[in-house]
């Protein structure tokens, strides 16, 4: 399979550059993946469209303020993005400019705050060696900025509005976007509709947004991002399997947990790292249905959801939402898949 399989036209200005004022007044874009039939509604309704005894997965990550502005030590300002902590003090960052980012090199982000020193270079980044007074975390709130995605130009007058509102583990550097068209309002109707609800954690990093750059996209490379699913999550996601109702995963970050942790079309309860790369020719054997946002050309969320509904389905699905003037990427309008 080659990259360009994945691409497709889209006009700049449907790139939504803004959350909407109401979360749940984002369009729907309903997807029958069996035969391709394409309905429109809005989202607030999404209630139509699931059956009491449908169990909706969600990911309960938090996005942390990981973008960091500082200079370096010899001179010149720099930008880190925080990407994976790999221990008390140490992270795995981006830098920009990254040309001057060498190993030794020390960074300030507040003099005697927020230091640090480029210990190490790996395939996609740096470590970095953080030296800090008091707690990270809370020296990362004072300083750190909540990062968008550089396809949004517009500056959030509200971070919150890059989070659900079910946000709890902090820990991603970027938000699960199919989230963000819920409220607790709608996800309360929800549940006196007869669905369940249960969460799983994945930190969204570096894997669910690298680019991809190789023609063949079998030779990319997947990076690693935490996940956990305990053992409450797994028995009522096994139990709904068990009972043949549906399993709908709230965005593809909630799939790639739940089929890493697949085995013989069951959950096991675990955590770790996973570096799962869905493409056509996935065979799945958990989810049933999926919620997820518009995404961009060619990239692996596209090739994920093109495995779960085929590829020329999704693609006209696309054209059909560029006709029709949907909102694209992370806060523009949903999808869902059946």
């Given at each position: ?8 036209y889209l006009?700049?200005?449907?790139i ?36 009491p ?26 930008e880190?993005?925080?990407?994976k ?26 003099p ?5 020193e ?11 060696k ?10 990362l709130?004072?300083?750190?900025e ?21 946000a ?41 947004f ?19 699913v ?17 399993i709908?995963?709230v ?52 090739m994920?959801?093109s495995a779960?509904?085929?590829?020329e ?14 909102r694209?990427?992370?806060?523009g ?6």
């Open positions: 399979m080659e990259l360009k399989d994945f691409d497709y006009p700049e200005e449907l939504a550059q803004t959350p909407l004022a109401q979360r749940d007044e984002s369009r729907l874009m309903v997807l029958r993946r069996q035969t391709g039939e394409i309905e429109h509604d809005v989202f607030k309704n999404i209630k139509r469209y699931l059956r005894g449908d169990l909706l997965v969600l990911n309960k990550t938090r996005v942390i303020p990981a973008r960091l502005f500082g200079v370096r030590e010899q001179g010149g300002e720099v880190i993005l925080l990407i902590r790999l221990g008390i003090t140490e992270w795995e960052v981006l830098v920009r400019p990254g040309r001057r980012a060498r190993v030794g090199t020390r960074l300030i982000f507040a005697n705050i927020l230091e640090g480029i210990i190490a270079q790996t395939e996609v980044g740096r470590i970095i953080f030296s800090f007074q008091g707690v990270f975390e809370d020296v709130n004072k300083l750190g909540t990062p968008l995605p550089p396809y949004i130009k517009e500056k959030l007058s509200d971070p919150e509005r890059y989070q659900t509102v079910y709890k583990e902090p820990g991603s550097a970027a938000a699960p976007t199919a989230g963000l068209h819920f409220t607790k309002e709608l996800m309360a109707d929800l549940k006196d509709h007869g669905v369940e609800i249960t969460e799983v954690l994945l930190h969204v990093g570096l894997g669910t690298k680019p991809v750059k190789t023609e063949n996209i079998l030779e990319h490379k997947m990076h690693e991002e935490y996940y956990e305990e053992q409450e999550a797994a028995n009522k996601i096994n139990k709904a399997k068990d009972e043949g109702r549906r709908i995963a965005g593809t970050t909630v799939v790639r947990v739940l089929e890493s942790v697949a085995k013989d079309g069951q959950v096991i309860p675990s955590k770790g790292y996973t570096d799962i790369f869905i493409y056509p020719g996935f065979q799945f054997q958990i989810i049933d249905g999926l919620i997820t946002n518009f995404h961009l050309p060619k990239s692996t969320l596209i994920l959801v779960f509904a085929g590829r389905k999704v693609l006209k699905a696309y054209e059909t939402a560029v006709n029709l003037r949907y694209f990427f992370s806060f309008d949903a999808m869902l898949i059946l």
